[in-house]
């Protein structure tokens, strides 16, 4: 059963960056589909992107051109960059691992605003 730990949330001016980092453990990191979800206070949690065991990457129309999903097998982490972000990306944000069953980090708080 796999670990994950999300860092790198925090406070940011609109149109400003922040990477995020998921860091996995107890299992075989390469074989998972990984994603990024966020949930925003009163709703639904969304997938943001994805990036499947084979490197194939999907984006949420919301942020595609802005955000970029990665993954380091060898460090068994995954990372999200977050370019030109806007107020409306303030969410909790988390990392999802799935292989058959979902498997949830922490999650990690961004904040954009002035």
């Known amino acids: 059963q796999v670990q994950l730990v999300e860092s790198g949330g925090g406070l940011v001016q609109p149109g400003g960056s922040l990477r995020l980092s998921c860091a996995a453990s107890g299992s075989i990191f390469s074989i998972y589909d990984m994603s990024w979800y966020r949930q925003a206070p009163g709703k639904q949690r969304e997938s943001v992107a994805t990036?499947?065991?084979?490197?194939?990457?999907n984006y949420a129309d919301s942020v595609k051109g802005r955000f970029t999903i990665s993954r380091d097998n060898a460090k068994s982490t995954m990372y999200l960059q977050m370019n030109s972000l806007k107020p409306e990306d303030t969410a909790v944000y988390y990392c999802?691992?799935?292989?058959?069953?979902?498997?949830w980090g922490q999650g990690t708080q961004v904040t954009v605003s002035s």
């Open positions: 999802n691992a799935f292989l058959g069953y979902d498997y």
């Open positions: 990036i499947t065991r084979g490197g194939s990457t």
